[in-house]
């Protein structure tokens, strides 16, 4: 039960911390993304970079969409 209830705490107060600054969390994930779209142009290994992508697109869905 104690456990629960630190994970909805942890949960709760970190939705809120990333709601509370979703401009720079915007800004931060479009800057990853256009890099990570620069160096897929740039290395030649496009499908390393949009597996990674992918992994993080899952977790952000797993996280807080679940």
Known sequence: ???TILA??????????VLG????????TYVALNG???RMR????PAATLCFA???VMIFALSYFL
Not at 8 to 17: G, Q, R
Not at 42 to 45: A, D, Q, R, S
């Open 8 to 17: 909805f705490a942890i949960l709760t107060a970190t939705t809120a911390l």
């Open 54 to 56: 992918a992994l993080w």
């Open 36 to 38: 990570a779209a620069n």
């Open 21 to 28: 600054s979703l401009r720079t969390v915007a800004r931060d």
């Open 1 to 3: 039960m104690m456990t």
């Open 42 to 45: 740039h290395t030649g290994k």
